[in-house]
């Protein structure tokens, strides 16, 4: 199976010879291309890029896809991508070269990027400082649970009990948020999820209060 792989790899126009070096050849000129061929590349890559070392990932591969980053036709096969390589970096990596290309895409992701977002929301959390998580984080909370797509409303119910006590937003934000879709819901599933959430929220708010 392993050799198959290879030779789907190799059999590729962009990895043949040295399959890296030409990876990275691309990237260094990957705006210059157009959506074909990125698209073409990205899916190339998705086969290889762990085979990468980890520094040449951090410094040569996460670059230039945090540049292509906005481009929403490119971001699904990007994204899940650069969250995986944000999973080595430290917090000052993170905040420096990662955090910057994914503040836009945090604000206005919607979808199977919004979605995705959620998902790895904890990841976000635990890679950046306190004073950029509210502005930043809560603004994608905040459209996860607008969304329609009863999957990310409930991704986002199962995550936000442990979200709002990392973001500190239990009374101000949080709370006021899964109130208002449990009532205004549709779903069995995510009224359920959303009052157990409720739950959550108040034991931890009683737990916090001073007597």
Known sequence: MAACSSNVRTG??????????RALRFLDHMLERDN???SEFLK??????????SRVLRYKVLPPLCAEIWNWVMQPMILPMVLTIAESQDKSEFELYTLPALVPVLSTASGETLLLL???AELIINKT?????VSHLLLLLVRAYDDNDA???????????FLAKQLDLVKQAILPLVHGLALKTTVAAVRVNALLCLSDLVSTLLTNMPF
């Open 12 to 21: 590729s126009p962009f990895f043949r010879d040295d399959t890296r070096l």
């Open 36 to 38: 074909m061929q990125k």
């Open 44 to 53: 190339a890559l998705s086969d290889m890029w762990k085979d990468f070392d």
């Open 118 to 120: 959620v998902k790895h």
């Open 129 to 133: 400082s306190h004073e950029h998580l």
């Open 151 to 161: 999957r990310i409303q409930e991704e986002v119910l199962r995550r936000s009990a």
